[in-house]
């Protein structure tokens, strides 16, 4: 055997393997450059829409999907709550009016809310402001579970109610209890990868203004009261305001008539 012609067909053969190799890895990187310079990113496709937003959270979050109970309120419940009138309603429900109306000041504001209901009701401290609404003379605040807030549950639900002096006279109350994980934590979609989807649905229109973003968490089914992470965005398209909350996983929209 001539191995010196062996030698040099062997060194023939992984050179053209290698230009092959090489070839190959640059016919790739040529493509997935296309691929790019074709797909328009997220903020692209917003902007061609004209759907501008606020500084948006950054990045993806992992979130773990939760379960929770319903909490059924005792009679040792009721002896904590002071200078109020209390009763329980159907076991999982606290509603109560005060002795003396509880003054908030001529204007109404998130902190003094607040306040009020960690110094009055049970669990205070983990409830957050949805909503307050002038008309109806009504503040309505949801449970939080690691200071995300568990969005239109109403078994996680407080209901204040005010009279015409801005003197908060009583309120209703549910909770849940007994919160833990029970998947383990997913990575979620970004805030502007969800606002994309929501526009790609035809929830969110062109021409809308993304005003506010939060990553909290819902469910569909409250009887099981296993709850996903799902982002809630607050909307205007011209006159109008809209509340859009999408599944943080799937991108599922979902729907809330009575998100208030």
Do not use: C
């Given at each position: 055997m001539d191995w010196s012609k062996t030698k040099t067909i062997f060194i023939l053969v992984f050179l053209v393997l290698d230009i092959y190799l090489s070839c190959q890895l640059y016919f790739k990187h040529v493509k997935n450059q296309y691929e790019v310079i074709g797909s328009p990113t997220a903020e692209q496709s917003l902007k061609a829409a004209n759907?501008?937003?606020?500084?948006?959270?950054?990045?993806?979050?992992?979130?773990?999907y939760i379960s929770a109970e319903e909490k059924v309120f005792?009679?040792?419940?009721?002896?904590?709550?002071?200078?109020?009138?209390?009763?329980?309603?159907?076991?999982?429900?606290?509603?109560?009016?005060?002795?003396?109306?509880?003054?908030?000041g001529t204007k109404i504001k998130t902190d003094q809310l607040e306040a009020v209901i960690q110094e009055?009701?049970?669990?205070?401290?983990?409830?957050?402001?949805?909503?307050?609404?002038?008309?109806?003379?009504?503040?309505?605040?949801?449970?939080?579970?690691?200071?995300?807030?568990?969005?239109?549950?109403?078994?996680?639900?407080?209901?204040?109610?005010?009279?015409?002096?801005?003197?908060?006279?009583?309120?209703?109350?549910?909770?849940?209890?007994?919160?833990k994980i029970y998947r383990e934590e997913e990575e979620t979609l970004s805030a502007v990868k969800a606002v994309e989807a929501l526009y790609k649905k035809g929830t969110l229109k062109p021409n809308s203004k993304v005003t506010k973003a939060e990553l909290g968490y819902y469910t569909r089914v409250p009887e099981l009261q296993v709850l996903v992470p799902t982002w809630h965005f607050t909307v205007k398209h011209g006159n109008e305001t809209e509340q859009l909350f999408i599944n943080a996983f799937e991108g599922q929209v979902n729907e809330m008539e009575n998100a208030q």
């Open positions: 759907i501008t937003f606020v500084d948006l959270p950054k990045g993806k979050a992992k979130r773990p005792t009679a040792k419940d009721l002896k904590k709550l002071k200078n109020q009138q209390a009763e329980i309603v159907n076991g999982q429900k606290l509603s109560s009016v005060f002795d003396k109306p509880v003054k908030l009055n009701m049970l669990y205070g401290s983990r409830y957050k402001l949805w909503n307050y609404d002038k008309d109806l003379n009504q503040a309505v605040f949801y449970e939080t579970y690691n200071g995300k807030m568990i969005f239109n549950n109403k078994n996680a639900k407080l209901t204040v109610y005010l009279n015409d002096r801005n003197e908060i006279i009583s309120y209703d109350q549910t909770y849940l209890t007994n919160i």
